[in-house]
T-cell receptor
Framework: KQEVTQIPAALSVPEGENLVLNCSFT??????LQWFRQDPGKGLTSLLL?????REQTSGRLNASLDKSSGRSTLYIAASQPGDSATYLC??????????FGKGTSLLVTP | EAQVTQNPRYLITVTGKKLTVTCSQN?????MSWYRQDPGLGLRQIYY???????DKGDVPEGYKVSRKEKRNFPLILESPSPNQTSLYFC?????????????FGQGTRLTVV
């Protein structure tokens, strides 16, 4: 069964720093990988989707990369802001059709 | 606005009292699913549906039922809720299950069973 791991579990950085969140998965036979943001008491918001044939995707200050052969993805956040504080979840879709989620990285950006 | 709508957002109920959590999407998506989120366990899939009248079990289906009579709706039914079903529930939908399909999530339903 696909296992998804996110490191670190929690991260605190001062405003303005660039940061990297890591995601690893055990089975490289995936359809895609998605990064989500979850705010307390709210649902999941999709940030970036990387198809299995792609290497990276960018949206504003966010850049996600995918190395399918090594089972790794990173989410790079440039010039972090307090509004970026949230939990970031990585999920891969494989042949089972389910989204297999990591447990998330809780990010706190301090002013 | 494209969205997945769940109701209710919060629910407190007693053991054994049947309940239904509704989920509706307005994007004409074929694929819908239910997840529960628990501390330390993350999000786990309960049931999914590939299309109308097609449903199948996810990783944690025990104690739950679903139906897909219309494309837009995918209710989650707890026939006899128990305290171990206290959790945060999310409904999700996507156009299909292909590589380029993005999943959209509802706002969540926080269920407490006492």
């Amino acid at each position: 069964k696909q296992e998804v791991t996110q490191i670190p579990a929690a991260l605190s950085v001062p405003e303005g720093e660039n940061l990297v969140l890591n995601c690893s998965f055990t089975d490289s036979a995936i359809y895609n990988l998605q990064w989500f943001r979850q705010d307390p008491g709210k649902g999941l918001t999709s940030l970036l989707l990387i198809q299995s044939s792609q290497r990276e995707q960018t949206s504003g200050r966010l850049n996600a990369s995918l190395d399918k052969s090594s089972g790794r993805s990173t989410l790079y956040i440039a010039a972090s802001q307090p509004g970026d504080s949230a939990t970031y979840l990585c999920a891969v879709t494989d042949s089972g059709y389910a989204l297999n989620f990591g447990k998330g990285t809780s990010l706190l950006v301090t002013p | 606005e494209a969205q997945v709508t769940q109701n209710p957002r919060y629910l407190i109920t007693v053991t054994g009292k049947k309940l239904t959590v509704t989920c509706s999407q307005n994007m004409n998506h074929e694929y819908m699913s239910w997840y529960r989120q628990d501390p330390g366990l993350g999000l786990r899939q309960i049931y999914y549906s590939m299309n109308v009248e097609v449903t199948d079990k996810g990783d944690v289906p025990e104690g739950y039922k679903v139906s897909r009579k219309e494309k837009r709706n995918f209710p989650l039914i707890l026939e006899s809720p128990s305290p171990n079903q206290t959790s945060l529930y999310f409904c999700a939908s996507s156009l299909s299950t292909g590589a380029n399909t993005e999943a959209f999530f509802g706002q969540g339903t926080r269920l407490t069973v006492v």
